[in-house]
């Protein structure tokens, strides 16, 4: 009788044994930077979806993302800079879908039930002056409302949004500044 | 410095985060007019301020890290399952290959002693090579692996079954070897057990070896075989 055995070519136990391990201390490696990198890829997106359940899931997912992906970043400290950038670009992503949507819905919608614009006493209210910030945030270019979200997120200096964003401080600086002036105008 | 400047410096230096200059704070000083704008556009830019970091700190939901936790996990587990899939192939693989070492191992491979005769049973060999005995003889010589084959079975049956043949005593050393030579060469043994026809030119045909009148009884210890 004829033994039938699988054999995988060109892999070994010790192959296989070491990329296991390498495998395992990814992973325990990508689990202590979870505590640091979580709240803030929600944070971020948080800022842009402004939807607590649609941040948690876009965080989530970037997440995952970025753990599939992790073994191929090649600078371990680069790690923040990029979890930024991937969420930031899903919950963009997520947000022009809701935007999409909105609109469709509006455009079928009665005029008799669209949203009556906010009077002056609306906006005189607690909450009004933050439902204009934030419109006035998603006009803003792609570019100043990520540092703006960044450079609010507590715990981060300026030097650090730069690491993050692989950008020089001075251009840090200058984002901000033209994103502050820029929002100053929409809310004046 | 007139107004106008002193407020596109001072809309500049509140943009910034920095503090006016000590030029600006001088006009303000005589100016109620750019001391109010100031203040007004002061307090824009704190709300401003207030406004993003409420907005981009805002409490993050226990459930986020436990339920990350958990999701790495499977997919970490999910990742290993091929490892386990072939871990347990192997173990397996192993597992087959080690009793079939041990079988082989186990099986008689040589011819029994002269001394301790321990023919098969012709019943048994009866049926076991039933299928075989009515071949041609010309066939049976041709081919090895047969007479492998019926080595192999007659070895096996005679390991299982063990009965003991009445033999005389002056019969006894022959007829050992004469089954131990059975199961080597089964072709030329059944042709020696079978008479030999008539005439030359008759076709000779092949038939199972076998003795009726043998009295086979289980072995027991102590019984000798006569």
């Keep these: ?188 | 410095m007139n107004c106008r400047q002193c407020q596109q410096k001072l809309l500049h230096s509140l943009a910034a985060g920095d503090i006016p200059s000590a030029e600006v704070v001088a006009h303000e000083s005589s100016c109620p007019a750019c001391r109010k704008f100031h203040a007004a556009e002061n307090s824009l830019f704190r709300s401003i301020d207030s406004g993003l970091r409420s907005l981009a700190n805002q409490p993050v939901p226990r459930s986020l890290l436990p339920s990350l936790s958990i999701c790495l996990d499977e997919k970490f587990m999910a990742n290993q399952a091929p490892f386990y899939r072939w871990g347990f192939t192997a173990v397996a693989t192993a597992v087959i290959l080690a009793i079939s070492v041990a079988l082989f191992l186990r099986r008689p491979t040589t011819t029994p002693p002269a001394s301790l005769v321990q023919p098969t049973s012709p019943a048994s060999r009866n049926s076991e090579n039933q299928a075989f005995a009515s071949q041609p003889h010309q066939e049976l010589q041709k081919s090895a692996p047969f007479a492998a084959e019926f080595r192999h079975t007659a070895r096996a049956a005679a390991s299982i079954k063990q009965p003991e043949v009445m033999v005389l005593a002056e019969e006894r050393e022959a007829f050992a070897k004469f089954v131990a030579e059975v199961p080597d060469e089964p072709s030329v043994a059944l042709a020696f057990a079978h008479p030999a026809p008539a005439a030359t030119s008759d076709v000779v045909e092949i038939a199972l070896l076998q003795i009726d009148l043998l009295e086979v009884k289980p072995l027991v210890s102590g019984a000798t075989g006569e």
Excluded at chain 1, 77 to 94: E, K, Q
Excluded at chain 1, 173 to 178: T, Y
């Design chain 1, 1 to 188: 009788m004829q033994e039938l055995v699988l054999i995988q070519p060109g892999r070994t136990l010790e192959a296989d044994s070491a990329r296991e391990i390498a495998r395992s201390r990814l992973h325990r490696d990508f689990e202590s930077r979870l505590a640091e990198c979580g709240p803030l890829a929600y944070r971020v997106a948080q800022g842009v979806l402004r939807n607590a359940a649609d941040a948690e899931d876009v965080a989530q997912e970037a997440l995952l993302r970025a753990y599939q992906k992790f073994h191929r970043l090649q600078d371990p400290t680069r790690f923040r800079a990029w979890l930024v950038r991937i969420t930031f670009r899903l919950a963009l992503d997520r947000w022009r879908a809701a935007r999409r949507r909105e609109r469709r819905e509006t455009e079928w919608a009665k005029p008799d039930l669209r949203p009556v614009p906010p009077t002056a006493e609306e906006l005189i209210a607690s909450n009004a002056f933050q439902a204009r910030l934030e419109r006035a945030l998603d006009e803003l270019p792609e570019r100043f409302r990520l540092v703006l979200l960044l450079a609010a997120i507590e715990g981060y200096t300026l030097e650090e949004v730069a690491g993050m964003l692989k950008i020089p401080m001075g251009t840090v600086k200058s984002r901000l500044f033209f994103a502050r002036r820029a929002l100053a105008e929409k809310l004046r």
